[in-house]
């Protein structure tokens, strides 16, 4: 139940207000901006804020706010915030530009975006972020981010999947990198002007509440283990997503939900826990030693042609090594995705393209030792477009895959299958971004806001940059006025509360001498998710999921071992925490998919399915966005729901043949 409303100023909000503004949609956005509070210049260095993750959405955050004047303390558990995960990011950024002329404009990629995600994202959202697109470019450029230009001097655009227009900016197949480096200098002027105080290696574990609000965190500083409080006006997280929960993911290592997890267990609530994206180009698994799988962007779908064997004999001959892929007549190879859909081809979004490959490989027809793989085929472009110019476009993604299968992709076509990716879900926020503690903010990745059950790619930076460096500095100013600028009491007794929570928990971790190591666990727990409420979900497996589970919990806190102390460098400590978070965040993930008994995007239910295998939604009954929150240890979340209303769209069967 949602109350929408354009000037509600009350921030004792437990009921969820997404506090969309009213008006056209075109125009919500700037209206909101002029109706939101401004804190006076001269206030502004009255104000602490916390921002907790220096990701793309942390360091813009950061940079940012540092440059209104407010004083802002930024953490990250790496020893560097260019080492956050965002800096893998590769294919590029979306923007409406319309550089090309081929018909893009902020409405159709909206229109995309809200088609993309399968009508479960909120309409506003959206449009402000395909709204502020355009000016992330500018802003990018301004500050040196190298993105590809063509001949003329103009930047280069290229095609991603859900979009008939060429809207991805990039810089070859690093753009994350060039991104972060861009915010990270940004955020490294502010830090020299004393405006931000940046802690690396140090990782938040709790909030800091008083009177319901947000005024601070606890944090372990992961060389020392001194466990420390900090305390602010506002807290604004952009931890980052949890794909990780899966085990196995294209993420970097150290990703991990702690961050918004406690957040939740003190009063945020958590949305959609259950849309993952599962990204489909991606080298497969080799066996149970990987502990990170590795994406082959989607901008290699612009040129690399998708393809499995027309029968499983052929397959069966490939999989056995007796015949090399180029060796297949082209009589004998189904373009599944240009077959199917011959007006996106091989550019339909993740979902459809994950969905189809699995079909494949569940047929037969699957390729490569495992027969968990199908082909990309860079064969016809490199015929088109000559060598060079394909190396130009993807040499460093090519070799990527070189140097990890020892196979040419020059030569022969690349062997991939999907894999988790990118989690839609994430921490419920208003259109302000803040979720349902006040003072508390999500940003990036860790809110659930934007992509719906299914994100187009591309988007994910765009969104991150947009938070941080066009939504963020409005929105916060309006809390913070409204508050006032006295300073946070750090001598309240919430601080020394959530403190000594934290020493208990480490201590409780450390107590542990079982005989399980914790990756052990996480694998079990990635296996469980993945088979369960990975690519395809029914009521029985989603079912039996949440039995595994909670056995799995009730075992890691009986025979789990962790090793060492606190008061060091503690690599099995800092991990346990974190998976001891993600078995409770996959129990409400699976929570989550048994209550959606429809499909949509990323969450597929088997029992919900067009006559073609697509996925099909139920509007009359799920057109919501589900907000759980936490009801204490060991008891059922509480599901609240925000309908999602479309003005502005009209929804249908997703279609893109
Ligand atoms: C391989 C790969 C390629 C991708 N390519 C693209 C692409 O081409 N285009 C696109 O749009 N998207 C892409 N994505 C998605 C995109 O990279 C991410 O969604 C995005 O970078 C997330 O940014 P973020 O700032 O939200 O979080 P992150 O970059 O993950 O940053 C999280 C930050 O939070 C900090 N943190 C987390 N927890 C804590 C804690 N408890 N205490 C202290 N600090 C904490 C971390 O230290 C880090 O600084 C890709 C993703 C992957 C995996």
Redesign the pocket.
């Known amino acids: 139940m949602v109350a929408v409303s354009a000037t509600a100023k009350t921030y004792t909000q437990m009921t969820l207000d997404a506090k969309i503004p009213q008006g056209p949609l075109a125009e919500k956005w700037n209206k909101h901006k002029f109706n939101l509070k401004l804190v006076n210049p001269a206030n502004k260095r009255k104000y602490d804020v916390i921002i907790?993750?220096?990701?793309?959405?942390?360091?813009s955050a950061a940079a940012s706010l540092a440059e209104l004047g407010y004083n802002v303390k930024a953490?990250?558990?790496?020893d560097s915030?260019r080492?956050?995960?965002?800096?893998?990011?590769?294919?590029?950024?979306?923007a409406a530009k319309n550089y090309r002329n081929d018909g893009d404009s902020v409405y159709r990629l909206f229109y995309d975006t809200i088609k993309g995600g399968d009508y479960r994202a909120r309409e506003a959202n959206v449009y402000r972020l395909a709204e502020v697109s355009v000016n992330i470019i500018d802003q990018c450029v301004a500050q040196g981010v190298p993105f590809a230009r063509e001949y003329g001097g103009l930047l280069d655009n290229r095609s991603f999947g859900g979009a008939q227009v060429s809207r991805?900016f990039?810089a070859r197949g690093q753009?994350?990198q060039q991104l972060?480096l861009g915010a990270y200098s940004a955020l490294n002027r502010q830090i020299n002007a004393g405006k931000v105080k940046l802690y690396t290696r140090?990782?938040?574990?709790d909030v800091v509440l008083i009177d319901g609000h947000a005024k601070g965190i606890v944090?372990r500083n992961l060389k020392t283990g001194e466990i420390e409080t900090h305390a602010g006006h506002a807290v604004l997280?952009?931890?980052?997503?949890y794909?990780n929960v899966f085990y196995l993911?294209?993420?970097?290592i150290?990703?991990?939900v702690?961050?918004?997890w406690?957040a939740h267990k003190r009063g945020a609530y958590f949305s959609n826990p259950c849309y993952t994206q599962i990204?489909p180009t991606c080298i497969p698994v080799t066996g149970s030693h990987q502990s990170k799988l590795?994406?082959m962007?989607?901008?290699l779908r612009n040129d690399g042609r998708v393809w499995a064997p027309k029968t499983v004999a052929i397959a069966e001959q490939l999989r056995k090594g007796q015949i090399k892929a180029s060796q297949v007549k082209e009589e004998d190879r189904d373009y599944f995705l240009e077959r199917k859909y011959p007006s996106f081809g091989n550019l339909v979004p993740r979902d459809v393209a994950s969905r189809n490959a699995k079909e494949m490989v569940d047929e037969g027809r699957g390729v490569g030792g495992s027969g968990f793989a199908v082909f990309l085929d860079f064969a016809e472009a490199i015929q088109r477009l000559g060598k060079d110019t394909v190396a130009a476009k993807y040499g460093n993604l090519f070799d990527m895959y070189y140097q990890i299968t020892d196979e040419d992709p020059y030569t022969q076509p690349m062997r991939i299958y999907p894999a988790v990716?990118?989690t839609m879900g994430g921490l419920w926020v208003d259109y302000n971004l803040m979720t349902t503690i006040p003072g508390l903010y999500a940003?990036?990745?860790?809110n659930f806001s934007d992509h719906g059950a299914n994100?187009l790619?591309?988007?994910?930076?765009?969104?991150?940059l947009a938070d941080?460096y066009f939504v963020i500095p409005y929105t916060v100013g309006d809390y913070l006025a409204t508050i006032g600028p006295k300073p946070v009491d750090k001598n309240h007794p919430a601080f020394e509360e959530a403190r000594q929570n934290v020493i208990a928990n480490v201590n409780k971790l450390l107590s542990l001498k079982g005989t399980k190591t914790v990756v052990e666990y996480h694998r079990e727990l990635g296996h469980i998710v993945w088979e369960y409420c990975g690519m395809a979900r029914t009521e029985e497996g989603l079912t039996k999921a949440l039995g595994l589970i909670k056995e799995l919990k009730a075992d890691f806190w009986k025979n789990a071992l962790i090793v060492g102390k606190n008061e060091e460098l503690n690599a099995s400590l800092e991990r346990a925490g974190r998976v001891a978070d993600f078995i409770e965040l996959g129990e409400l993930m699976v929570t989550d998919a048994l209550m959606r008994r429809e499909s949509c995007g990323g969450h597929f239910r088997l029992e919900s399915q067009t006559p073609e295998g697509e996925a099909l939604r139920d509007d009359d009954n799920f057109a919501f966005v589900a907000a759980w929150e936490y009801k204490g240890e060991n008891q059922p979340e509480e599901l609240h729901k925000e309908e999602l209303v479309f003005e502005n769209v009209h929804l249908t069967q997703r279609s893109y043949k």
């Open positions: 907790v993750g220096t990701g793309l959405a942390g360091a953490f990250c558990f790496q915030p080492r956050a995960h965002s800096i893998a990011a590769q294919g590029g950024i979306n991805t990039y753009t994350g972060l140090t990782e938040m574990l944090t997280l952009a931890t980052g997503g794909g993911s294209t993420n970097a150290g990703s991990n702690t961050a918004a406690r990204h590795t994406l962007s989607e901008s990716h990118y940003m990036g990745e860790c994100r790619g591309a988007s994910a930076l765009m969104q991150g941080g």
